[in-house]
């Protein structure tokens, strides 16, 4: 079930909150006495559970009425008859070990859990496995709720509608009540999903964005799950934010994640991971897409069908400056001569090892950065993911600046612009490489309908 927490902002109207919150399909009401302890009570049309957290009133609770109240390991029972009773154990630093959560899970049990609760904070993707295989160890008829929380539970909140007894959200707009929460918007259609599949206990098809930081605003999620929801595939898309690829891929792939897409800075590093490439990927050395196929991993290129589908003018300029060195360049070299036999393409960064290398496996030129104010294109696309000083040639009318970032007004594009260039954000191509890489994962062929789809729902989130 849906649990949404009233949150501060709403505690003087709680009604209205509620009723807004059931229309969007949530199904219980959390009160916290961490957040609200002083609500009065009022009518509400959804079960109550109540989370005292030390801090409400036992004739407050009541007169609330609760379906539900949550107490964590230890607290007192309250003098109440007829509220279910969830035993919750939180750990907001770390997760502990198996053995440690084992035993408070038994501990939780003792003390007359109904629905026991563990929630910990996610470190590494290690943790998840932790939290997976406490769940399989409870007993069948005890109902649980194991969640992660962090920027790294992202996967953990993602398929809790299929594994958990509550799930928590939010309303988009509002206060999370724990981090990692995702917006009751992202369950409302999953959910849906979740109740037409065949064999309830089984867990969808995983897959998601694995690269560093930043993909926590990737709009990745979105498509995909967009896609998910208007074809009934049941599937859910989640992000894998690391540092450490190699520790994030071995607990993801032995958690049972179907497939990758892969961001900065992993296009490359992936490529070790893999039992074979496509053609495509193979002949860039750069992977966007990895899938499990039967007992192989297999990587594909979706980039380059990004930019030629995304920029169809590149098909008329006949030299093209790119700007940086990194994974996603080979895909972009291979867009710009794929689609214009008779271009020329230059490179210009600050790495001169990447430079030499993308020479000579792509004969292309290549030239340090501060060498691009005096170069002569009619498009220029930069493919850096932070802001850099760059330095643009005046331009003539009708040339190009694409920046494949999205989502902001970057420098570049500012810079680009008061230099006369029509500009372009990376919006087109991660949509069209999208739509290919939902192709590849479900073997579903993305329509003309989905894509217009896919752009509502962006604008809308915009």
């Known amino acids: 079930m849906l649990v949404v927490t009233l949150p501060s902002s709403a505690a003087r109207h709680p009604l209205r909150f509620v009723q807004k919150v059931q229309e969007m399909g ?5 009160i916290r006495g961490d957040i609200t302890p002083l609500v009065e009570p009022f009518n509400c049309p959804l079960p109550i559970l109540v989370s005292p957290r030390g801090s409400m009133k036992l004739e ?24 279910a009773i969830i035993r919750s154990y939180h750990h907001h630093e770390l997760t502990p070990s198996f053995d440690k959560l084992k035993e408070i899970a038994e501990t939780l ?25 406490l769940q399989k160890s409870l007993p069948n008829n005890q109902q649980n709720i194991i969640l992660g929380m962090g920027d790294k539970a992202h996967l953990s909140r993602m398929t809790s509608p299929w594994r958990n007894a509550f799930t928590y959200t939010y309303l988009d707009g509002t206060d999370k009540a724990a981090t990692g929460q995702l917006p009751l918007s992202v369950y409302r259609k999953m959910t849906i999903n979740q109740e037409k599949k065949k064999g309830k206990s089984a867990l969808p098809y995983m897959f998601g964005t694995i690269g560093a930081q930043q993909v926590t605003a990737s709009l990745s999620p979105l498509i995909h799950n967009t896609l998910y929801s208007l074809h009934e595939y049941n599937g859910v898309f989640s992000i894998f934010p690391t540092q450490d690829f190699d520790e994030a891929w071995d607990a993801l792939t032995q958690l049972g994640v179907n497939g990758f897409s892969i961001t900065a800075p992993w296009k490359r590093k992936v490529i070790d991971r893999l039992s074979r490439l496509d053609f495509l990927a193979d002949r860039l050395q750069s992977v966007n897409t990895a899938i499990k196929e039967g007992d192989e991993w297999v990587g594909y290129n979706t980039d380059m069908h990004g930019l030629i589908a995304g920029y169809p003018f590149l098909s008329e300029c006949k030299r093209i400056a790119i700007i940086g060195s990194g994974g996603v360049v080979p895909a972009v070299i291979g867009a710009c001569e794929d689609r214009n036999k008779g271009c020329r393409v230059e490179v210009f960064a600050r790495n001169a090892a990447a430079l030499a290398e993308l020479a000579d496996l792509h004969q292309i030129h290549t030239f340090p950065l501060d060498r ?11 493919t850096v993911t932070e802001d850099i000083p760059v330095v643009l040639p005046k331009t003539n009318w009708g040339h190009h600046a694409i920046d494949l970032r999205y989502g902001k007004k970057t420098k570049f594009l500012m810079t680009a612009a008061d230099r006369g260039y029509i500009c372009h954000d990376g919006l087109p191509m991660l949509i069209e490489q999208a739509l290919k890489q939902f192709e590849i994962m479900t073997s579903i062929s993305a329509t003309q309908e989905d894509k217009e789809r896919v752009e509502e729902v962006i604008k809308f989130k915009k």
């Open 372 to 382: 691009l104010h005096a170069a002569e294109f009619d498009c220029v696309i930069c």
């Open 26 to 30: 949530a199904q219980v009401l959390e």
């Open 60 to 83: 407050v609770i009541a007169q609330l009425q609760p379906s539900y109240i949550d107490l964590e390991v230890d607290e007192e029972m309250p003098a109440l008859k007829g509220p």
């Open 109 to 133: 049990i003792e003390q007359k859990g109904e629905i026991i609760k563990i929630a910990t904070t996610i470190r590494e993707y290690s943790d998840l496995i932790t939290l997976d295989r």
